[in-house]
Every structure is written in structure tokens, then in C-alpha cells.
């Protein structure tokens, strides 16, 4: 009897399943690579625009980040711009996370309020994966105001740099399920698994051929018995 062939000793075999888990599966290893877990720093960048002219993008140090999956709020320092009087409104912008999400242009300095400025920052994240940011400029609440008296002087006073900016981060969780994508995963991983069987069931079927056509001819070529005819 011929010895089973084991699905391992089939090199072609073998690379064809990891054909199927590197086409069916890319998204694992990039979702590792940029996957937050709780209490992690979110890196956080920032430029800013003064009449007509832009600065380069600053990375902020980690205790002006968001910090995934943490509410908070924290002070942080906006530095003067080159060539400040005064006259014109000053913008900020930032990019988040290592996705890089961008919040479009606030506007801080000389925005038409007799308030204090603040930055609401909202967050959507679900599980370990960041997915998204937007942000807007409010005023800042009386009560923390009246907490911190200073903050309100520094920021009026024109002489006075840097200014500093209260950001308040708010994490939202939500579920996304996408449907489209999941049937085409589960239709492709379907089809490809449906393929490499059939290349086995083809090769096992060659084998088992080749096997019966061996035997027939061993069988042919052995001498048969002789049977008389008595009359």
C-alpha cells in the first residue's frame, strides 16, 4: 500500500495557504501597527497662520495630547507668531494620531468676543482603533474662568506670550460595522478557499490515478493461469 501523502509535505500546498492569509488577512499586520490601547499618548501636531504666512508643523509634547480613551482637559501654550500686531486673526491647526486626522483652521486671537477662548476637541474611537477628530473654538465657561482668574488676564494682555489655550478632549465610542466589506471578505476568502481545495482534490485525484494505472499494468504483465478445457 502506498503511504498517505500529508498536506505539509506539499510545498505548493503549503504556500498556497499563506497566499490566502496574506491576501485575505493585509489589514491584521496594519491594524497592529497603529492599534491604541488605553492611556496611550496621541500624538498631536500643530501650525499655525498669521497674515497670509504659515509655520511648519510642531510636534506638541505628551502632556498636551490626548490620551486615548482618557476625557481630559489641559492647557496649551500657543506661541507668538512671527511678525504679531495684532490687527489680523490668528489660526491654528492640528493634525492627530499617527492616522494624521486633520482639524481644519480655528481661529483663537482676535475672533470678535470679549470671551476666552477654549477648544473642544471630540475624539471617535472604537475598540483599540482611532477613527476620527473634529474640534471647534467656544468660550471659555465662567466657572473655570472665575477658578483661574490669570488665564484671562494673560490672554488680554498683548504683551504677554505665549497665550495659553484651554483644550478640553472628549472620547466618543461607537460600533462601526461595515456590511459591504465583510460580505466581500467572506465572498473572496469563500472563493479562494474553494480554489485551493480544488487544486487538492485535482492533485489527490492524479495521484490516485497515476496509482491505479501502475497497478493495472503490474497486474497485466504477471502471468495468469492456465485453465484447460476438458471435453
Given at each position: 500500500?502506498?503511504a498517505?501523502?500529508?498536506?505539509?509535505?506539499?510545498?505548493?500546498?503549503?504556500?498556497?495557504?499563506?497566499l490566502?492569509?496574506?491576501l485575505?488577512?493585509?489589514?491584521v499586520f496594519?491594524?497592529f501597527?497603529?492599534?491604541?490601547?488605553?492611556?496611550?499618548?496621541?500624538?498631536?501636531?500643530?501650525?499655525?497662520?498669521?497674515?497670509s504666512?504659515?509655520?511648519?508643523?510642531?510636534?506638541?509634547?505628551?502632556?498636551?495630547?490626548?490620551?486615548?480613551?482618557?476625557?481630559r482637559?489641559?492647557?496649551?501654550?500657543?506661541?507668538?507668531?512671527?511678525?504679531?500686531?495684532?490687527?489680523?486673526?490668528?489660526?491654528?491647526?492640528?493634525?492627530?494620531?499617527?492616522e494624521?486626522?486633520?482639524?481644519?483652521?480655528?481661529?483663537?486671537v482676535?475672533?470678535?468676543?470679549?470671551?476666552?477662548?477654549?477648544?473642544?476637541?471630540?475624539?471617535?474611537?472604537?475598540?483599540?482603533d482611532?477613527?476620527?477628530v473634529?474640534?471647534?473654538?467656544?468660550?471659555?465657561?465662567?466657572?473655570?474662568?472665575?477658578?483661574?482668574?490669570?488665564?484671562?488676564?494673560q490672554?488680554?494682555d498683548?504683551?504677554?506670550?505665549?497665550?495659553?489655550?484651554?483644550?478640553?478632549?472628549?472620547?466618543?465610542?461607537?460600533?462601526?460595522?461595515?456590511?459591504?466589506?465583510?460580505f466581500?471578505?467572506?465572498?473572496?476568502?469563500?472563493l479562494?478557499l474553494?480554489?485551493?481545495?480544488?487544486i487538492?482534490?485535482l492533485?489527490?485525484?492524479r495521484?490516485?490515478?497515476?496509482?491505479?494505472?501502475?497497478e493495472t499494468?503490474v497486474?497485466?504483465n504477471?502471468?495468469?493461469?492456465?485453465?484447460?478445457?476438458?471435453?
Open positions: 500500500m502506498a498517505s501523502t500529508s498536506t505539509w509535505s506539499k510545498p505548493w500546498l503549503l504556500s498556497a495557504w499563506q490566502l492569509f496574506m485575505l488577512f493585509p489589514s496594519s491594524t501597527a497603529v492599534a491604541y490601547r488605553p492611556g496611550d499618548i496621541v500624538p498631536m501636531s500643530r501650525m499655525g497662520q498669521y497674515h504666512s504659515r509655520t511648519v508643523w510642531h510636534d506638541l509634547i505628551g502632556r498636551h495630547c490626548p490620551i486615548f480613551a482618557v476625557n482637559e489641559v492647557l496649551m501654550p500657543i506661541p507668538k507668531p512671527t511678525g504679531y500686531t495684532g490687527a489680523d486673526p490668528y489660526k491654528i491647526s492640528f493634525q492627530v494620531g499617527r494624521k486626522f486633520l482639524i481644519p483652521w480655528l481661529l483663537i482676535n475672533r470678535k468676543s470679549t470671551e476666552v477662548p477654549m477648544i473642544e476637541v471630540e475624539l471617535r474611537y472604537s475598540g483599540n482611532f477613527h476620527g473634529t474640534a471647534k473654538v467656544v468660550d471659555m465657561t465662567h466657572h473655570y474662568v472665575e477658578i483661574h482668574p490669570e488665564i484671562r488676564k490672554f488680554w498683548s504683551q504677554h506670550w505665549p497665550k495659553h489655550i484651554l483644550v478640553r478632549y472628549t472620547w466618543k465610542e461607537h460600533s462601526d460595522i461595515d456590511v459591504a466589506s465583510g466581500y471578505v467572506l465572498f473572496g476568502s469563500g479562494m474553494s480554489f485551493i481545495l480544488s487538492y482534490i492533485q489527490s485525484s495521484e490516485k490515478l497515476e496509482r491505479f494505472v501502475r499494468v497486474e497485466s504477471m502471468p495468469g493461469e492456465v485453465i484447460a478445457k476438458v471435453e
